[in-house]
Structure formats: structure tokens, C-alpha cells
């Protein structure tokens, strides 16, 4: 759900800090593959592990019902 400057802004600071690379598509050439770098994936399995924890934290006032409830919702609206 971003828009195209937004999304840009992202790439670049990822570019910036060696955690993505860019190629030309071969079917397209008005596009670029992005692609996470060994050192982006490994920066995305260390902190992987924390934001599942936060989502947890998030959602522990909530019974199971009310969850499955609002994880519906929010994908409806995505």
C-alpha cells in the first residue's frame, strides 16, 4: 500500500545500505527486479524474530475469536 515516491524512497535507503540490488527486467524493460543482497537477508533473519514478537505483543489483549476477527478486517481493507 505505497505510493510510487514513497516506495522509491524505501528502495533507495535500502540501496544505500547494501541490503537490495537492482536489475533490469528481461521481459520489460521499463521495470527493475529488486532482489535482497546476502547481507539483506540476513539483516531481515535478525530482526524477523522481533517483529513477529511485537505483532504478538499487539494482539495479547485479544481472545483468539476477536483475532481471527481483526486479522479479516484488516485484510479486507489492504
Not at 537490495?20 to 533473519?45: H, K, N, Y
Not at 494482539?59 to 476477527?69: H, I
Amino acid at each position: 500500500g505505497l505510493d510510487v515516491a514513497t516506495t522509491k524512497g524505501v528502495i533507495d535507503r535500502l540501496l544505500a545500505r547494501g541490503l537490495v540490488q537492482t536489475a533490469p527486467s528481461p521481459s520489460d524493460r521499463r521495470r527493475q527486479l529488486i532482489s535482497l543482497t546476502e547481507d539483506g537477508w540476513q539483516f531481515f533473519m535478525q530482526k524477523a524474530q522481533r517483529g513477529l514478537q511485537v505483532s504478538e505483543d499487539t494482539l495479547a489483549p485479544l481472545t483468539q475469536s476477536e483475532r481471527r476477527n481483526l486479522l479479516r478486517i484488516l485484510r479486507k481493507i489492504q
